[in-house]
């Protein structure tokens, strides 16, 4: 999973940096079922790297379906001091939202 060698076994340390970047806290028996699971995506992915899809042409999507949209008209809604009566946290008029970014937004 480093650079230096593509076709080698994630380690668990390789493991616990996807984790971390993935903002997932994850234990040791984790880690360790996880690197199992990102094996055997890696295998899927090189069995399908081994494919002959000369000719193929590709699908912009499996199936044949279409999205059916309504028409968007307004239709009655909640007061909003109900609403806010219902969430678990305000600030003044509005719902409080836990922070997800870090400074300097996205």
């Keep these: 999973m480093t650079s230096s060698d593509s076709n080698s076994a994630p380690t668990l340390a390789d493991v616990a940096k996807v984790a971390a970047l993935s903002r997932l806290a994850l234990d040791p028996d984790a880690l360790d079922s996880a690197r199992g699971d990102l094996l055997a995506i890696l295998q ?36 909003r001091d ?25």
């Design 44 to 79: 899927h992915v090189a069995n399908l790297q081994t494919l002959d899809v000369e000719g193929v042409e590709p699908m912009p999507k499996p199936q044949d379906t279409v999205n059916r949209l309504a028409e968007d008209v307004p239709g009655p809604s909640l007061d």
């Design 82 to 106: 109900v609403l806010l009566a219902m969430a678990p946290k305000t600030e003044g008029h509005f719902i409080a939202v836990p922070k997800v970014l870090g400074e300097g937004g996205a």
